[in-house]
């Protein structure tokens, strides 16, 4: 099976100026088609031939796996901005994370740290870990939480190609304005 | 003793067109500054203080925040040192007689760090490297660096090559291959070959 590029929900500069056209070119257009076309010319006559890109992700290794997962990490994240999403989280998901953390202001802080900190090309993630509870993670390269039975929620993504363009070395900026773009109505369905 | 960001012998546009004065400027000023920074806070008050870097980086054990930011420290103190304005000679005298025995050809060589380059996936670095006499190429994820026990490759770096996208993203975007070959044309073969005899 063949692998395709997914499309986006909104237009290339619909995050602006968060997140730029430029970057959202490179990035979706260079970055993440790279990713697919990788995995696409990985695949062929091996065991994942036929595989859903989740088994990919679950079971395999090296150049299969690093590509598999980019092309899911990068779907799953791009696909919960919108140009006016809903600001904050609410009802249930609001619920859970103040359970997990104190307070929404407490966990978008930790998840700041998270992302802030990690050292080198990963992910930030909040996830539903196998007791139930909400949890923050980071992964290092393509590295995916469904790994270890996590289901991811929200990611960012902190390799430099993400904002090198817009920010340059100030991740911190990048992610201040992540949380300007993410839409708290997709997170709540993936929470569901 | 702290350790001090080094200030470079050419100025952020005497490598133009192969790397970008804007990208020189934040890659020294911002990265390599934090990096120095990190690592002097991490050392301070500990014994790592009255050791050289060298020494440091080959320690049995090495604490996260020293492996990163010494590791970050030392390894673009090389960068900077290895890349000539002006541009590149080539392998000489008894480095190139190394790199012909070792690898089969001063091509073959390229051909060998070039693809170590481009092939490390995520932030780190491509070396080449002196163990033992031999000559041997291979990279390193972040800010690992050959002196590290950590590190598959191990020995005294003679030449390295920075693939974080800090390193190329602003004049190459996601074109690291482009950045690698431009690097080629950058190299001070002169101090190469000055580590490999030290």
């Known amino acids: ?192 | 003793m702290s350790f001090e960001l080094p200030t470079l012998n050419y100025s952020y546009d005497a490598l133009e067109p192969m790397i970008d004065a804007r990208t020189m400027e934040i890659h020294h000023t911002k990265h390599h500054a934090a990096y120095t920074s990190n690592l002097n806070a991490a050392i301070a008050g500990s014994a790592d203080e009255k050791k050289t870097i060298e020494q440091i980086l080959s320690a049995e054990t090495l604490a996260p925040a020293v492996r990163n930011n010494g590791g970050g420290y030392y390894n673009h103190n090389l960068y900077w040192e290895l890349l000539a304005p002006g541009g590149s000679t080539e392998p000489e005298g008894d480095l190139k007689k190394a790199i012909v025995n070792d690898f089969g050809s001063v091509d073959a060589f390229k051909e060998a760090f070039t693809k170590a380059a481009i092939t490390r996936f995520g932030s780190g670095w491509a070396w080449l490297v002196k163990n033992d006499g031999k000559l041997l190429v291979g990279s390193t994820p972040n800010q690992d660096n050959p002196l590290m026990k950590v590190s598959d490759i191990k020995g005294t770096p003679i030449l390295g090559i920075d693939v974080w996208e800090h390193a190329y993203y602003l004049n190459y975007q996601n074109r690291r291959p482009d950045y690698v070959e431009a690097f080629w044309k950058l190299i001070n073969w002169d101090v190469v070959s000055r580590l490999f005899h030290g």
């Not at chain 1, 997914?6 to 500069?13: H, T, V």
């Not at chain 1, 088609?33 to 031939?49: K, M, S």
């Not at chain 1, 993670?137 to 996590?150: E, H, I, L």
């Not at chain 1, 430099?160 to 070395?169: F, I, P, T, V």
């Open chain 1, 1 to 192: 099976m063949s692998f395709e590029l997914p499309k986006l929900n909104y237009s290339l500069d619909a995050l602006e100026p968060f997140m730029s056209k430029q970057t959202l070119e490179f990035h979706y257009g260079k970055h993440h088609q790279a990713y697919v076309n990788n995995l696409n010319g990985l695949i062929p006559g091996t065991e994942f031939e036929n595989a859903t890109l989740e088994e990919i992700v679950m079971k395999s290794s090296g150049g299969i796996f690093n590509n598999g997962a980019q092309v899911w990490n990068h779907t799953f994240f791009f696909n919960q901005f919108s140009k006016d999403g809903c600001s904050e989280p609410r009802d249930v998901l609001k619920e859970a994370i103040e359970k997990a953390f104190g307070s929404v202001e407490a966990f978008k802080e930790q998840f700041t740290k998270a992302a802030i900190t990690l050292f080198g090309s990963g992910w930030a993630w909040l996830v539903v870990n196998q007791q139930g509870e909400l949890e923050i993670v980071q992964t290092s390269n393509a590295a995916n939480p469904m790994r270890d039975g996590k289901k991811p929620l929200l990611t960012c993504d902190v390799w430099e190609h993400a904002y090198y363009l817009d920010k340059q070395n100030l991740r911190p900026k990048y992610v201040e304005d992540f949380w300007k773009i993410v839409d708290w109505k997709i997170i709540a369905e993936r929470y569901q």
